[in-house]
């Protein structure tokens, strides 16, 4: 049996001395590992990391096998961002959130097309750091965790929101938020209007998604949330200390 797909390397681990057991993202197969033989040589290793958009092949004599994986580089997203600190790690992040979250063979095509046109547009970095937040949204909604951001969960008002419940996932208002406002998770404005954000407002984003991620996604999973993610929150929660912030 066989499949031909672009797909996002998610994550490239070494086997044995020269190959690779790939775990990559396609639009009709989702989440999907494969043998790529040869991935740590000279040759190959730079078509082999995350975030690269690869034109795929996978081959297994069986459907639930673990096959092996032949590619061709089509966007070399990892080369393009190994010289911005921030965007690299944007990049780990997003490729290692995916990795961990995504049921295998499950297609996710909201998913894939969103990560696909993130990875794009990375060497803008900051640029992006918005929309790396609404994928992250994304991502819990299509897994079933979705946040309700759409009205106040006490007054049923659209007007003034300003936090999320870190209980229900559900937007409040500042006005009714009142004496509880410290139990709440800020709510960024771009995650309500089509705006890049600041760097105060990526943080308290970013913290939002992490709450959810790890409680409703990978603590289901008994796993910790991603290192690469926690230390793209470090990163930009350094960025709004700084004094140009």
Request: hydrophobic residues 45%; proline residues 7%; charged residues 20%.
């Amino acid at each position: 049996m066989d499949w031909e797909a672009p797909a996002i390397i998610l994550d490239a681990r070494p086997y044995g001395e020269a190959d690779a057991i790939a775990t990559v993202m396609t639009e009709p197969h989702g989440a999907h590992r494969g043998l790529a033989r040869g991935a740590q040589s000279r040759t190959r290793a730079a078509l082999w990391q995350q975030g690269n958009l690869i034109q795929l092949r996978w081959v297994g004599r069986l459907p639930d096998q673990l096959g092996s994986f032949t590619a061709e580089l089509i966007h070399p997203a990892a080369a393009l961002v190994l010289d911005d600190a921030l965007a690299l790690s944007m990049l780990t992040s997003a490729c290692a959130v995916a990795e961990g979250a995504l049921p295998e063979r499950q297609p996710y095509p909201a998913i894939f097309d969103t990560l696909l046109h993130l990875l794009a547009r990375l060497p803008q970095a900051e640029r992006q750091l918005a929309e790396l937040i609404r994928w992250e949204t994304l991502l819990l909604r299509d897994l079933g965790y979705g946040l309700d951001l759409s009205i106040c969960a006490i007054t049923g008002t659209t007007e003034n929101l300003a936090y999320v419940s870190p209980r229900t996932g559900r937007a409040v208002s500042r006005e009714a938020a009142g004496q509880w406002k410290e139990r709440l998770l800020p709510l960024p404005p771009f995650l309500l209007h089509p705006t890049e954000g600041s760097p105060a407002e990526w943080a308290d984003g970013l913290r939002l998604t992490a709450h959810f991620l790890t409680r409703d996604v990978f603590g289901l999973q008994h796993k910790p949330l991603p290192h690469a993610r926690v230390a793209l929150y470090d990163r930009v929660a350094a960025l709004k200390e700084a004094p140009d912030a």
